[in-house]
C-alpha cells in the first residue's frame, strides 16, 4: 500500500478530481488517458474499493473516492509544498500558470502584464481564463485569481490586496452637449442612465454624499446590458450616464473620451485582490505574476491618474450645451451672460 506507485497513483487521481476528468487531468500531467485510467484502475485494485463512478459525461465520487480525496489532500500539499521550497531556491519560475479573473478586466488591463512577464520569463506559459462568475480555485486547477471584493472574506485562500477599484459616473462629451449636465443625483432622474444589469442592483445606484451620507439613486433608461464592456462602449458612442469600474474607462476620461459627473458623490469603492491557495511556501510562478501587478497598480492604478486632471482641462472638454433646459454647472463649463454674445472667429 505504502509503495511509490501507490503514492503516484493517489496524486493521479486526485489530478482527475481536481480537473474533472481524465482528459484533462491526463494533459495536466503531460500524460496519456489510458495512463491515467491505468493508474486509478491499479489504485482502485490495490485499495479494494470503487472510487469513481464513470458515465460518458461526467465523473463521481464514491464515498470510498471522497473518503480518500479529502483525506490525502493534506498530504498531497504537504509533498508539493517540499518541491514548491526545493523551487524556490532554483530560482526561475516555470510551467504552466492559469490565472482567473473578469472579462472585462482580463479583455483591459491584463494582455500588457502578461507580456511583460513572458519576456522575462520565458519558461512560464500562461493560460488566462476569463469568467465573470465566481470560480473554485481548487476544484478547477487556477492558480491565482484577481478577484474585486469589499473586505477580503474569511476563507481557506489568501487574498492579497493590490490597490483600491473605484467606481465612476461619467458621459461623453457629446451626450452632455445634448442632455445637459446632472448637478445632483436628483437630476439623473431626467437623464438616460444605462443600467449594468450583472450588477446586483442595475437600477439602483448607490452614493457616499459630501458629508458622507449614504444615498440610493434610482436611475432610468436604456439600454439595459449585462456586459462592462458594452456598458462602457456605449457611453462612448453618446447613449446615455454610466456608473463602472475605473479600470474600464479611467483613461477614456484622462484622453478626454469621457467626462467625469458628480465627482462630490462617490460610489463604492472596493478593492482588487490576488487570491490563490494558502501555502507554506507560494510557487515561483504565482509570485512573479503577483509582483508584476503589485508594480502595476500599487498603490494606486495608472488608469486613476484622471483624479489628479486639472480642472481647467475638465471645463475644456465639454462643449456648450444646445439643449434648451440643459444647466452647465460651474466648473464643468462656461454659460454665458445674459447681454453677452459670442465671439465669432
Not at 126 to 135: A, F, G, K, S, T
Not at 263 to 274: E, G, I, R, S
Request: hydrophobic share 40%; charged share 25%.
Amino acid at each position: 500500500m505504502d509503495s511509490p506507485e501507490t503514492l503516484a497513483d493517489i496524486a493521479i487521481f486526485a489530478a482527475v478530481i481536481r480537473e474533472g476528468s481524465f482528459t484533462r487531468a491526463a494533459d495536466k500531467l503531460e500524460l496519456s488517458t489510458s495512463q491515467v485510467s491505468k493508474c486509478v484502475n491499479r489504485l482502485e485494485r490495490n485499495l479494494g474499493a470503487r472510487l469513481l463512478h464513470r458515465t460518458t459525461r461526467r465523473l463521481r465520487l464514491t464515498e470510498a473516492g471522497s473518503a480518500l480525496y479529502e483525506n490525502s489532500s493534506t498530504a498531497l500539499a504537504a509533498i508539493e509544498d517540499a518541491k514548491l521550497a526545493v523551487s524556490k531556491l532554483q530560482g526561475a519560475p516555470r510551467g504552466k500558470l492559469k490565472i482567473s479573473t473578469s472579462t472585462a478586466f482580463g479583455a483591459m488591463q491584463l494582455p500588457r502584464v502578461i507580456r511583460d512577464l513572458s519576456a522575462q520569463h520565458p519558461e512560464l506559459e500562461v493560460e488566462l481564463v476569463l469568467d465573470d462568475r465566481h470560480v473554485d480555485l481548487v476544484k478547477e486547477g487556477i492558480d491565482v485569481a484577481i478577484r474585486i471584493t469589499g473586505e477580503a472574506p474569511d476563507s481557506g485562500l489568501v487574498y492579497r490586496r493590490l490597490a483600491p477599484n473605484r467606481q465612476v459616473i461619467c458621459a461623453s462629451p457629446e451626450y452632455i452637449g445634448r442632455r445637459g449636465l446632472p448637478r445632483t443625483p436628483d437630476d439623473l432622474a431626467n437623464h438616460n442612465c444605462i443600467a449594468h444589469s450583472a450588477r446586483t442592483t442595475p437600477r439602483i445606484w448607490h452614493l457616499t454624499g459630501p458629508d458622507g451620507g449614504q444615498i440610493s439613486v434610482p436611475i432610468n433608461g436604456r439600454p439595459t446590458i449585462n456586459s462592462a464592456l458594452a456598458v462602457r462602449q456605449a457611453a462612448l458612442e453618446g447613449l446615455g450616464i454610466i456608473e463602472l469600474n475605473s479600470y474600464l474607462v479611467g483613461e477614456d476620461i484622462a484622453a478626454g473620451r469621457l467626462v467625469r459627473l458628480l465627482p462630490q458623490y462617490q460610489p463604492k469603492d472596493l478593492n482588487f485582490y490576488a487570491v490563490y491557495a494558502e501555502r507554506r511556501f507560494l510557487a515561483p510562478k504565482i509570485r512573479v505574476f503577483v509582483d508584476a501587478m503589485l508594480a502595476r497598480m500599487s498603490p494606486e492604478p495608472p488608469w486613476d491618474a484622471f483624479l489628479s486632471l486639472p480642472e481647467k482641462t475638465r471645463i475644456q472638454r465639454i462643449p456648450v450645451s444646445t439643449a434648451g433646459d440643459a444647466t452647465i454647472r460651474q466648473g464643468y463649463g462656461r454659460k454665458n451672460q445674459p447681454g453677452n454674445r459670442a465671439r465669432r472667429r
